[in-house]
Structure formats: structure tokens, C-alpha cells
């Protein structure tokens, strides 16, 4: 039975808050990471397994599944839920960012982007209309507004007129957008990391009355200060009653600061991208599983952690699979990446539910800071 969209907060300590979303296929708690199924698959991970971690909230994108395997063949395949076998809420990414990153022969334009696909140089064109039929197609629960992801740097004039172009096609997405019970539309908040053009941004998008705000833009090579910068500016001016989705973040720190910040929401290829190439993340920092240090190292990866990974076999195990390529490393190395990501977002909650998240935080940089190397002597 469907649901009706909503987002309910529980607890809030300072900025932080501690909530649920409700979608019409199911509810996910906040503060949340969602699992990256780029092109509707967790790389290297079953749904069944990636569920296990704690992952209740998938995100894939528009910009893959429109040129493979085509929205339509997915609506016509019974949708994303169907599809992937993902009975929980899915997200799905507009394709800015793609557009921008990706594809080639770009022409950006009022009316949309036309360029080549990256897979065979097929032409095609994305407009804010044609995003929101492709997410519809798709059956997304959550759909973002399509906008151009501001390259950085970018110069305040650049900034302004990149966003201000996002704000006009928030308009035209809110008008083609499809309004079913349990499904929502968020708005993406753009301005580069000057304030008062993520202050503009911000009004704009509020003006609309969107289900909830995606933060984008960041994370693009302006660095942690001025990402935080950019975030003390917008989140106070966003309404407090809808979730808020830093997009494309990130690192472990990244994700503390932004929660102290008043931010719900994240994705990242990160911990899925480095589990396939030998980087583990654990409570004292991240590890290179392929460095001869490893080879002889009986110890998990983390002694804390519950995965396959950590509670069957030892680094030297870990290591001895990523010398000789076997595929079974990157898959041990992505479920434990995906566990600990699961993992700090149940900590962050339970801080916030105690009112102890500066306490947890400081607890979290003083253990990163001591290291992996410490923990063997």
C-alpha cells in the first residue's frame, strides 16, 4: 500500500537531527547513507548482501539508465523495485553531474543539454522535461530536479548565471513532474561556495515548495573548509522541515561535519570505488590492503567491524586476493566498506538521540587521528 511522503524528526542536537522518511515503498532513518547503484547494482555486492549492512535507501542515475538499458525497457520490466530487486526506497540522480563529467560534445543551452554518450557516441538531448519522464519511468521515490552541476572553480559571475539557469529548469521540473502519494520531488541547491548565491538559490527553491533539497555543487575540489563554509550558509536557510541531501559526499569526515550541520542525506561512489581498488575505511582510517605491511598481518581490518570481511579472515588473507586479482578481494572489501558507512550513520544517529554528538565527533578525529599503524603495536 502506498504512503504518503513525509519526514519526521525525533531528535535534534544543536543542528543535527535525528529522523524518518517515509516513501511509498517504505521508510529509511536519518541521517542516512544511501547504497550507490549507479546503473541499478551495487558493484561487487548481491541486494540480499548489501541489505545486510544496514542499507535501507538505493540511489541510481538517469543519465546511465537512460542509455542502458533504456527507462523505457525498465518501466516496461515492471520498474527500478522490480528491476534490481530493491524492495526499499530508491533514489535517482537527475544526470547533471554525468552530463557534465561523462558525456561528450556537450552543448548546454535554456533549453537543456544535448552531447554524445560516453558508451558509443549516440547523440542525445536531457531537458529538465525529459529527466523528470525518465525518473517517473524509472519509479524513483525520490526525483532531483535536473540542473547543471557548477564546475569548480568557477568565478561569481559563472556561479550566478549556472545557478540561476538550475533555478529556471526547478520551475519547468516542478510543472512536469507527476505527483503520485509516497513520491517526491527535490530541489538541488547550486551556488558554487559563495554564500549569497547559495542564499538566492536557496529562496528560489523554497519559493517552489519542493518535498526536500538536495546540496550540490560540492565536493568538486573547493575543499572541507569551504565546503562547510558553503554549508553554515544554506542549511540555516532551508525549511527545517524537509530532509536535506548533500550530494556526492563522501569521505567519513565529510559526513561527520555535514551532520553536525544539519545535513540528512548522502551518497558517494567512495566506499564501492575503493573497495574495488584495495582502500578499506575503518575507525582508525582508511588502510591500503595492497602494502606489504599486510602480508604477514593475521589481524581483521577492524576488530569492531561485524562483516564477512573482518570476522573470517585476516589482512594477510585480504591482501594475499588483491595481489593476485582474485575477484573475491574486491567483494570482501566493498561489503566492509558499505558495513562501516552503515555503521557511522547508526553511531551519528544514536549520538544525536543522546544528545552526545560534539562528544561522539571529538571521539571520532582523536581515533582517526591515532591510526591503523598504532593499533598493531
Known amino acids: 500500500m502506498n504512503k504518503k511522503f513525509s519526514f519526521d524528526i525525533f531528535n535534534t542536537d544543536k543542528a543535527a537531527r535525528r529522523g524518518r522518511v517515509t516513501t511509498a515503498h517504505g521508510t529509511f532513518e536519518t541521517p542516512?547513507?544511501?547504497?550507490t547503484a549507479t546503473g541499478a547494482t551495487v558493484k561487487a555486492m548481491k541486494p540480499d548482501d548489501v541489505r545486510a549492512t544496514g542499507a535501507e535507501l538505493a540511489i541510481c542515475n538517469t543519465y546511465h539508465l537512460m542509455l542502458r538499458p533504456t527507462a523505457e525497457r525498465v518501466a516496461a520490466l515492471g520498474g527500478l523495485h522490480k528491476f534490481m530487486d530493491w524492495a526499499g526506497p530508491i533514489v535517482t540522480d537527475s544526470g547533471g553531474f554525468q552530463v557534465m563529467s561523462l558525456s561528450k560534445l556537450r552543448t548546454l543551452n535554456e533549453n537543456g543539454v544535448t552531447f554524445r554518450s560516453h558508451l558509443d557516441g549516440s547523440a542525445y538531448e536531457l531537458t529538465p522535461e525529459r529527466s523528470m519522464q525518465i525518473q517517473h519511468l524509472l519509479d524513483s521515490n525520490i526525483t532531483m530536479c535536473f540542473d547543471e552541476c557548477t564546475p569548480h572553480p568557477a568565478t561569481p559571475e559563472q556561479a550566478a548565471q549556472s545557478m540561476r539557469m538550475s533555478m529556471r529548469w526547478a520551475e519547468r521540473c516542478?510543472?512536469?513532474?507527476?505527483?503520485?502519494?509516497?513520491?517526491a520531488l527535490f530541489g538541488i541547491n547550486q551556488g558554487s561556495i559563495y554564500p549569497a548565491l547559495r542564499l538566492e538559490s536557496a529562496a528560489a527553491l523554497t519559493a517552489l515548495d519542493l518535498d526536500g533539497y538536495g546540496i550540490g555543487g560540492l565536493a568538486v575540489g573547493e575543499g572541507q573548509e569551504a565546503m562547510f563554509t558553503a554549508l553554515g550558509a544554506v542549511v540555516p536557510a532551508l525549511k527545517p522541515e524537509k530532509p536535506r541531501y548533500l550530494m556526492g559526499v563522501g569521505r567519513p569526515d565529510d559526513i561527520v561535519g555535514a551532520v553536525l550541520r544539519g545535513v540528512d542525506m548522502f551518497d558517494c561512489v567512495m566506499p564501492t570505488r575503493s573497495g574495488r581498488t584495495g582502500q578499506a575505511f575503518t575507525r582508525r582510517g582508511t588502510v591500503n590492503i595492497r602494502n606489504a605491511r599486510h602480508c604477514d598481518d593475521a589481524r581483521p581490518l577492524d576488530d569492531q567491524c561485524s562483516c564477512v570481511a573482518c570476522t573470517r579472515y585476516g589482512r594477510a588473507y585480504l591482501h594475499h586476493l588483491f595481489r593476485g586479482e582474485e575477484m573475491l578481494g574486491p567483494i570482501l572489501l566493498t561489503t566492509h566498506n558499505m558495513q562501516y558507512y552503515q555503521d557511522l550513520m547508526r553511531d551519528l544517529r544514536q549520538a544525536i538521540?543522546?544528545?552526545?554528538?560534539?562528544?561522539?565527533?571529538?571521539?571520532?578525529?582523536?581515533?582517526?587521528?591515532?591510526?591503523?599503524?598504532?593499533?598493531?603495536?
Open 32 to 35: 542516512t547513507f544511501m547504497a
Open 174 to 183: 516542478k510543472k512536469a513532474f507527476q505527483p503520485r502519494e509516497g513520491y
Open 353 to 377: 538521540e543522546q544528545g552526545a554528538l560534539d562528544s561522539y565527533a571529538a571521539s571520532f578525529h582523536d581515533t582517526i587521528a591515532r591510526g591503523d599503524i598504532e593499533a598493531r603495536l
